[in-house]
């Protein structure tokens, strides 16, 4: 299916920040109360969440957007670090007149979620760690696997990206399983923002974020807002036994394995399972079917 299928509906648009420039935002739904923002990983792009978004209109109010320096949204700034991407967070909910919402962040996104919930816990209503960075990692697996997801990003920045190497990227984000999901269209859409002269000039900086990964851990302590962590068997980073060691440093937290096929973007690999999961959590606070 085509991505601008799963998207139709929704409203591509551009609004401008005062420090981070021009933001490319999808948004479906406005016309309802409970807010989503749903926020990317590392080097990704809003389109992750192009099976969520018209999915969840129904009852929620729903954005994705670009963080500075990814995607589609501007390249203006010189610093790129969890923090600022917190603080983009709150800029773009300022020029969206939202006092608070929902927040749901996948690998970077869950990370940047956290250190936003931390800060401002006024703003945030939930709060879904999606197979989320920013935690400690606990085992020889999960520091192997860092080192994997390293190396895979530096194939895409000291040589000119190309179709094998952004392939073998974004085969790193599903489960072998759903290899098949992986469409010339996606694959041909991340190419073409990985060799945007923008792009290519802002990626050493931003691939270097996971290199200071531990300087930027969530407080989790600190966190007081409803809390879920979705995590996924095969998490190719960060994973299961790290996530376990995090949830229960947070008060209350809930904990949901996904029971289908999926390893990093699951909610683009089981996308019926991770919006049921998510339309009950953001309504109620409770996850439905399977936990750990």
């Not at 879904?128 to 606990?138: D, L």
């Not at 697996?141 to 952004?166: C, E, H, I, S, Y």
């Not at 962590?229 to 229960?248: E, K, M, S, Y």
């Amino acid at each position: 299916m085509s991505l601008w299928i799963d998207l139709l509906g929704a409203e591509i648009r551009y609004v401008t920040t005062p420090t981070y420039g021009r933001i490319r935002i999808a948004e479906a739904g406005r016309q309802n109360s409970e807010v989503i923002l749903f926020q990317h990983g590392l080097n990704g792009h809003l389109e992750a969440y192009a099976k969520n978004l018209m999915a969840l209109s129904d009852i929620f109010h729903v954005i994705a957007f670009d963080y500075v320096g990814h995607g589609l949204s501007e390249k203006t700034i010189d610093t790129y670090n969890p923090d600022v991407f917190a603080e983009q967070l709150r800029e773009l909910m300022d020029v969206l007149q939202l006092e608070s919402a929902h927040l749901s962040g996948e690998s970077l996104g869950g990370w940047v979620s956290g250190l936003f919930a931390a800060k401002y816990p006024d703003r945030v209503r939930r709060l879904m760690f999606n197979t989320a960075g920013g935690i400690p990692v606990v085992s020889a697996k999960g520091k192997q696997d860092m080192q994997n997801f390293m190396a895979l990003n530096k194939a895409n920045v000291d040589v000119v990206p190309n179709r094998a190497t952004v392939t073998a990227r974004m085969q790193w984000l599903m489960h072998p399983n759903n290899h098949h999901l992986l469409v010339d269209e996606l694959i041909d859409l991340r190419l073409k923002i990985y060799l945007d002269a923008d792009t290519r000039r802002v990626a050493p900086t931003i691939n270097a974020v996971i290199h200071h990964h531990d300087e930027y851990l969530i407080p989790l302590e600190s966190l007081r807002c409803d809390t879920l962590f979705l995590w996924t068997q095969d998490n190719p980073i960060h994973d299961l036994v790290a996530a376990r060691a995090a949830a229960v440093r947070v008060s209350g937290a809930r904990f949901y394995v996904v029971q289908g096929d999926a390893a990093h973007w699951p909610q683009y690999e089981v996308s019926e399972e991770f919006n049921a999961v998510t339309r009950q959590f953001f309504l109620t606070g409770e996850v439905p079917g399977h936990r750990s």
